[in-house]
């Protein structure tokens, strides 16, 4: 029986399930994203899938859930594992093994109990650590991993002195990236976008945000959900997407910012939502971008359907964007290098996360986001990349965490903390992803290092050297 393909290939309907196809053919199978299905026919607790390589696959149906505890794979021989349970710290544990169960970690146990604490299921894997460092998968709560063209031209710009601002409010910088992403075609935009996956992965992140932004017109920027949603359906990193309909405002509507900020709300907010598109709306508080009212409009329609919010707030001037962040329960406000006292403590009264991309404040040559008075505030603190073609194109988190550690006076522990259980909470996955414990999702980075610490240490230099996702290996280098 023939069965529906969906997602432009990312997954197919199979009775009232939706599978993707990563969990179809396994996160390691999968070329690094660029995979799609073509056809697909169910066989007997089978299915047969066409592949867009040319092949074709007999891959057996997920199995229904079960309640055995065998393991499928064990890490083993950690040097220092970072589970990151508890309040303050990594949550560190030495000389430790962790046993996991399919997707999931079944316990964390001493290494000399490693092959025994559980029965081991046929063909279970034992990955060596080699006394290295374990980490949660990374998460990187802020990205937009789906754009055409780049800006290079732009960086020499900026390198010979003109301001992000400026290019800006010339046309170019943002609406620059739109008329390229404009003229691709899904098919281009995915492929770049599961590249853009590739890339993070390389450094260690196991789940990312990602944001539309770069097409500014309704059914451009559902298509950039779309090609969102196809390019995590294919790659192993998960990715959780927020609609940026109010990135700038589009040039078709210089004139006319009411109808802009309406189509928005009244349109793309509600079809993206109902759509299951995404999970988040985020807007860009800023001189040249949106007022505070403006995104109080937008956000309030995001709130209606269900979504939750996020807010590019404070990154060069002061609009106040955090205030209204809090008010309205956000779920993070990002940026913040001209943050004030007040916003700070609003900050900490709330629950809303500080995220800071010490990537664009580098970049765009801003003071540097005030990340120790906000954590001395008792204010969540998460680090993000800001993957992006304009102001921060780096996919390294662990440089994030070096540039937290050096300038931005947070301690190797917050910058920890601030890439993986921080950074999921900011998300709503805190009690999925972010730390390392019995029932949580199974993703682990094996660092070939000595100590927690010489990861920020070694800036701009990458020490992962095994990435795991959903109880898989998706990564492996070799030793040096
Ligand atoms: O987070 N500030 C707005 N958005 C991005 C930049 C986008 C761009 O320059 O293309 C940011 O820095
Ligand atoms: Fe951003």
């Known amino acids: 029986m023939d069965v529906e393909v969906l997602h432009h290939g990312g997954a197919v309907q199979v009775g009232s399930e939706r599978l993707r196809l990563k969990d179809l053919l396994g996160p390691d199978r999968l070329q690094g994203g660029g995979l799609r299905i073509k056809g697909a026919r169910l066989a007997e607790h089978s299915l047969w899938l066409a592949l867009s390589d040319g ?120 609406l620059s990236t739109v008329r390229s992403t404009r003229a691709a075609t899904f098919d281009q935009l995915a492929r770049s976008c599961g590249a ?97 009212e403006e995104v109080e409009r937008i956000f309030r329609a995001a709130q209606a359907a269900g979504l939750g919010l996020r807010l590019h707030a404070e990154q060069f001037t002061d609009q106040h964007g955090t205030e209204l962040a809090v008010a309205l329960g956000a779920a993070s406000a990002d940026h913040l290098e001209a943050v004030g006292a007040a916003a700070i403590e609003a900050l900490a009264g709330s629950r809303t996360t500080a995220v800071l991309l010490p990537g664009a404040a580098l970049a765009c040559r801003c003071p540097w986001p005030p990340a120790r008075a906000l954590l001395d505030a008792g204010v969540p603190v998460a680090l993000g990349t800001d993957l992006n073609p304009g102001s921060s194109m780096t996919s390294s988190l662990p440089l994030m965490m070096s540039l937290a550690c050096m300038q931005l006076g947070m301690t190797c522990e917050e910058s920890w903390r601030a890439v993986t259980c921080v950074a999921a909470a900011s998300l709503g996955l805190g009690d999925q992803i972010g730390r390392v414990a019995a029932g949580l999702q199974a993703d682990l980075v094996i660092f070939d290092a000595p100590d927690y610490r010489y990861i920020p240490y070694h800036y701009a230099d990458n020490h992962a050297r095994v990435v795991i996702k959903r109880g898989r290996v998706v990564l492996e280098r070799q030793r040096d």
């Open 55 to 174: 092949t074709e696959h007999q891959v057996p149906l997920p199995p229904a859930k079960t309640t055995d505890r065998l393991a499928t794979l064990i890490v083993r021989n950690i040097g220092q594992l970072l589970t990151m349970q508890g309040e303050g710290g990594v949550g560190l544990v030495a000389h430790a093994a962790v046993v996991c169960c399919r997707e999931h970690v079944l316990e964390v146990v001493p290494d000399r109990d490693a092959l025994s604490a559980v029965a081991l299921a046929p063909g279970c894997r034992v990955v060596d650590a080699c006394g290295g460092v374990v980490s949660p998968g990374l998460v990187d709560p802020h990205t937009h991993p789906v754009f055409g063209g780049e800006r290079s031209v732009e960086f020499g710009l900026k390198a010979a002195g003109r301001s992000y601002l400026e290019i800006h409010k010339a046309g170019g910088g943002i």
């Open 196 to 292: 853009n996956l590739t890339r993070l992965l390389a450094w260690g992140v196991t789940t990312c945000e990602g944001k539309s932004g770069y097409d500014l017109t309704l059914e451009g920027e559902l298509r950039l959900l779309e090609v969102l949603r196809t390019a995590g359906d294919c790659h192993p990193v998960d990715l959780h997407a927020t609609l940026l309909g109010a990135h700038t405002l589009p040039p078709e509507y210089i004139d006319e910012r009411e109808a802009y900020v309406e189509l928005v709300a009244g349109q793309m907010v509600p079809r993206a939502a109902a759509e299951g598109l995404c999970r988040f709306c985020d807007a860009y508080c800023e001189d040249g971008a949106f007022t505070p």
